[in-house]
């Protein structure tokens, strides 16, 4: 069974970093696309950031491009989401999504979800 379990979230000032981890397991071959979204209290989800692992390409929203980092390392099937300067704005639920395909922020292409990490940054 696939299953995809975050972890790193917490509480920061603003300016500080995090690094959240996204574990992936029950898949027979590394999933092509590993992505972030994050969903802020009373808005939609967001797509983040994303991997296509094949290759190592990312892809990143305009809001954390220059701040946020994703990385795969595929010996532990996982990816991390390096987070610096971080903004009160940044504040949300991150989840850890994985798709066959990664054209974009298409919820349905992502078929794996995880639970959810929190982040939450103080001005």
């Known amino acids: 069974q696939v299953q995809l379990v975050e972890s790193g979230g917490g509480s920061v000032q603003a300016g500080g970093s995090l690094r959240l981890s996204c574990a992936a397991s029950?898949?027979?071959?590394?999933?092509?696309?590993m992505a972030w979204f994050r969903q802020a209290p009373g808005k939609e989800r967001e797509g983040v950031a994303r991997?296509?692992?094949?290759?190592?390409?990312?892809y990143y929203a305009d809001s954390v491009k220059g701040r946020f980092t994703i990385s795969q390392e595929n010996a532990k099937n996982t990816v991390d989401l390096q987070m610096i300067s971080l903004k009160p704005e940044d504040t949300a639920m991150y989840y850890c999504?994985?798709?066959?395909?990664?054209?974009?922020?298409?919820?349905?292409?992502?078929?794996?979800w995880g639970q959810g990490a929190q982040v939450t940054v103080s001005s």
């Open positions: 999504a994985a798709g066959r395909v990664c054209p974009g922020w298409y919820e349905p292409d992502y078929n794996a």
């Open positions: 029950g898949y027979t071959s590394s999933p092509r696309c």
């Open positions: 991997i296509y692992t094949p290759t190592g390409s990312t």
